[in-house]
T-cell receptor, first 112, second 115 residues
């Protein structure tokens, strides 16, 4: 079945550092890919998405590019802030799939 | 921006009791879901619901669980006889469509604690 594997954390960074969280997927057909973020004590928020190969999703300074050849959707941000401290989830939705399949989540802590 | 709302935010119950978790999905959405996240673990799919019936369920969603859309706005998850291992954060979600281009929008969750 469809699945997502993402980089294990926790990740601790200083403010203004570069952040990368790796995500790879296994799926049949042409899935859509998502990054969700969970801030402390809150629910899951959609951060960005990409629906086809070579699409780049972006939001709040974060970017991820759908790479079909490497089955990857790595999340990047060039200069993190303390407010970016959260758990980040990579997720996949298959071609005719109702549900999202989530990765294990990566905890990111940004220190001032 | 419209959002999914869940109540209560925290529910404490004793083992063996029934609980009902409530959700109000986004009003023009047609597909509804429940997920759970045991503390520190992965977000797991429980069930999806469309046109007043379950469209898919996971192996976690056994006979102790049921879902219902009792009126035009609410979507509920019932656990008939709670177990300690049901303690988790339960997330409701909704989407406009079924396919790959329809992201799920999640509520803030209900933290269920079974003692």
């Amino acid at each position: 079945g469809d699945s997502v594997t993402q980089m294990e954390g926790p990740v601790t960074l200083s403010e203004e550092a570069f952040l990368t969280i790796n995500c790879t997927y296994t799926a049949t057909g042409y899935p859509s890919l998502f990054w969700y973020v969970q801030y402390p004590g809150e629910g899951l928020q959609l951060l960005l998405k990409a629906t086809k190969a070579d699409d780049k999703g972006s939001n709040k300074g974060f970017e991820a590019t759908y790479r079909k050849e490497t089955t990857s959707f790595h999340l990047e941000k060039g200069s993190v802030q303390v407010s970016d401290s959260a758990v980040y989830f990579c997720a996949l939705k298959g071609s005719n799939d109702y549900k999202l399949s989530f990765g294990a989540g990566t905890t990111v802590t940004v220190r001032a | 921006e419209p959002e999914v709302t869940q109540t209560p935010s925290h529910q404490v119950t004793q083992m063996g009791q029934e609980v009902i978790l409530r959700c109000v999905p986004i009003s023009n959405h047609l597909y509804f879901y429940w997920y759970r996240q045991i503390l520190g673990q992965k977000v797991e799919f429980l069930v999806s619901f469309y046109n007043n019936e379950i469209s898919e369920k996971s192996e976690i969603f056994d006979d102790q669980f049921s879902v219902e859309r009792p009126d035009g706005s609410n979507f509920t998850l019932k656990i008939r006889s709670t177990k300690l291992e049901d303690s988790a954060m339960y997330f409701c979600a909704s989407s406009e469509g079924q396919g790959r281009n329809s992201p799920l929008h999640f509520g803030n969750g209900t933290r269920l604690t079974v003692t």
